[in-house]
């Protein structure tokens, strides 16, 4: 019987993994094979397609693959599924708009977002916004753990190895299969050989982006083991006490009585008794309504980092901080709602005096993020359980899925349009229009029918641009085209470049070509050798 038990120990120690090494089962190995496949589809089609449709495929399935992975089979926590649903969501505004800066804020909140969503499947919803902010902390700190991944996928137990071989025979054995079936698609099927042309029409491209998609993938592994078994850094509560009271009161007091000089002067624009503090001269309506928006902005992003801070640094009592601090804090958070609300009544007149760009609205979108979030500020000021990080990530998302599906530049591009049909605006800026990109073309195509001819001809420059240069291929040098010639020289026409703006631009340059043919023969004539000439 001795006997017996010393061999079953030897047998367990042999098969047990150093103390080093992850103990990795049969879903992980599963999670290892899913997670190669995503990363290289993102790298092959989201990454380097303008971040398109195929973007929104890889992200979805990024989500889905850390979801099922993660998921317990508890119950549901509300926190976390709210925001892997709301970074799911934003995927959308990358088939409703182009809009660089939206696309690039909804990269970075639907990631940070998905990393709150997956913390809380595995360690439960963080309270506190020391906590929230550790989970980026305890994800960043995973690539530590890369080569301790590394080294349990490929050095661990008989078991693991065996079954990463084995899913890579199946791999290996379904490429004859491939080989067959792949023809007779593309034969089959004119869709499915265009996005087959269009992957490998350049092969060395095509192994590039799949090598980075193969160097990124230790990363997404890592992240994965970590989490779920517990190997992460975590922000731990030291030995600092805060920062004495008195530095804080005596800055945030001189901030204070600055603000209220300023709220002092602002009486100038409505009592006459204070009018000797404008300068001389009267201010014009349009000087009111420019002046000083982007400068509030600054000031209201300055005041929020400022607060935060006093409030994470103030030395507390019983975990309290002390009132005078608060009040001060509640009066510069006042404030800034103030020169916000201001800001946004500035920007919606001038908005209404000169027209309607993505900036301007993208910049409203921002302030009216600052005021919830300065709301919330407040109320964490009083109520300890008020979260602003997260109040904020939320916030920012739902801001971005408005702005993206919704399409800013689209409605931008209709505001000024209408605004200049019905007479509100005296004139249009084309070049501005074209500048939106795919959501301009549709109304510069419909310019080009208006009653002004300085404005129809200049629609008619940008056209001539984008027929011959910026939308289409080869047509540079081409005395005349058609619409077959235009659909085979269009540019991005694979499927991870699907958005619908693009689809209808190309649409209205389609239609402008098939009702007006005579345009195509002298779109030469708009430009000389680099420069435009008025036609």
């Given at each position: ?6 061999a079953l ?19 992980d ?67 409703c708009?182009t809009n660089s ?21 595995v ?5 506190g ?18 080569g301790?991944?590394l ?8 078991c693991?190895?065996?079954?990463i071989?084995?899913a ?29 042309s ?5 092969t ?22 970590s989490?779920?078994?517990?190997r992460?850094?975590?922000?731990k509560?030291g030995?600092f ?27 100038a624009?409505f ?6 503090f404008?300068?001389?001269g009267e201010i ?12 509030m902005?600054?000031?209201a992003?300055?005041?929020l ?15 309290k ?7 001060v ?8 709602l103030?020169i916000?609300a ?18 301007r ?11 919830i979030?300065?709301i919330?500020?407040?109320?964490r000021?009083?109520?300890?359980k ?7 990530l ?22 000024n ?7 509100r ?6 070049q ?8 301009g ?19 008619q420059?940008?056209l ?10 080869n047509m ?12 085979a ?7 991870e ?28 004539s708009?430009?000389e050798?680099?420069e435009?000439?008025?036609?």
């Amino acid at each position: 019987m001795e006997i017996e038990n010393k061999a079953l120990e030897n047998e367990e120690l042999q098969n047990n993994l150093p103390s080093s090494l992850l103990n990795l089962t049969t879903s992980d190995t599963v999670f290892v094979v899913s997670a190669l496949a995503v990363v290289i589809f993102l790298s092959l089609f989201g990454l380097f397609s303008g971040f398109a449709l195929g973007y929104l495929l890889s992200a979805t399935l990024m989500i889905i693959l850390f979801t099922v992975y993660f998921a317990k089979g508890d119950k549901a926590r509300f926190l976390p599924i709210l925001c892997g649903l709301l970074a799911l969501a934003n995927g959308a505004i990358f088939i409703c708009t182009t809009n660089s800066s939206v696309r690039f804020f909804g990269v970075i909140i639907s990631f940070l977002l998905s990393l709150v969503c997956f913390d809380g499947f595995v360690n439960g919803t963080a309270r506190g916004n020391r906590k929230t902010f550790g989970i980026f902390y305890s994800a960043a700190s995973t690539i530590g753990n890369i080569g301790l991944t590394l080294k349990s996928i490929f050095a661990g137990n008989t078991c693991n190895k065996k079954l990463i071989g084995k899913a890579f025979i199946g791999l290996l054995c379904a490429v004859p299969v491939l080989i067959v079936v792949v023809p007779l698609l593309i034969s089959s099927d004119d869709a499915f050989r265009g996005m087959m042309s269009n992957i490998f029409s350049n092969t060395f491209s095509f192994v590039l982006k799949t090598i980075f998609g193969i160097s990124i993938c230790p990363f997404v592994i890592s992240y994965g083991f970590s989490l779920k078994s517990g190997r992460i850094a975590k922000i731990k509560k030291g030995n600092f006490s805060g920062i004495e009271n008195i530095y804080l009161i005596s800055f945030l007091s001189a901030i204070s009585v600055c603000y209220l000089l300023y709220l002092f002067s602002q009486l100038a624009y409505f009592f006459s008794a204070f009018k000797g503090f404008l300068p001389d001269g009267e201010i014009t309506y349009a000087q009111y309504a420019r002046k000083g928006f982007f400068e509030m902005c600054v000031i209201a992003v300055i005041n929020l980092i400022i607060v935060f801070s006093a409030l994470m640094l103030a030395k507390k009592k019983k975990d309290k901080v002390c009132h005078t601090i608060k009040a001060v804090a509640t009066f510069i958070s006042v404030f800034t709602l103030i020169i916000i609300a201001t800001a946004i009544s500035k920007m919606v007149l001038y908005i209404d005096a000169y027209g309607m760009t993505v900036l301007r609205l993208t910049t409203s979108a921002f302030m009216l993020f600052l005021s919830i979030v300065f709301i919330s500020v407040i109320l964490r000021i009083y109520i300890k359980k008020i979260n602003i990080i997260k109040t904020a990530l939320i916030t920012a998302g739902s801001i971005i899925l408005i702005l993206g599906t919704v399409n800013v530049n689209s409605v931008c591009a209709r505001y000024n349009y209408e605004s200049y049909k019905t007479k509100r605006l005296d004139t249009i800026d084309i070049q501005e229009l074209y500048e939106l990109g795919y959501e301009g073309i549709p109304y510069i195509v419909k310019l080009v029918e208006t009653e002004d001819f300085l404005v129809a001809n200049e629609a008619q420059q940008y056209l001539a641009e984008a027929y011959l240069y910026d939308y289409f291929d080869n047509m540079e040098n081409a005395e005349s085209f058609t619409v077959d010639d235009l659909k085979a020289n269009q540019k991005n026409k694979g499927f991870e470049h699907f958005n619908i703006p693009k689809v209808t631009a190309y649409n209205s340059l389609y239609e402008y070509i098939e009702s007006n043919p005579w345009f195509s023969t002298i779109c030469q004539s708009y430009f000389e050798e680099t420069e435009r000439v008025y036609y």
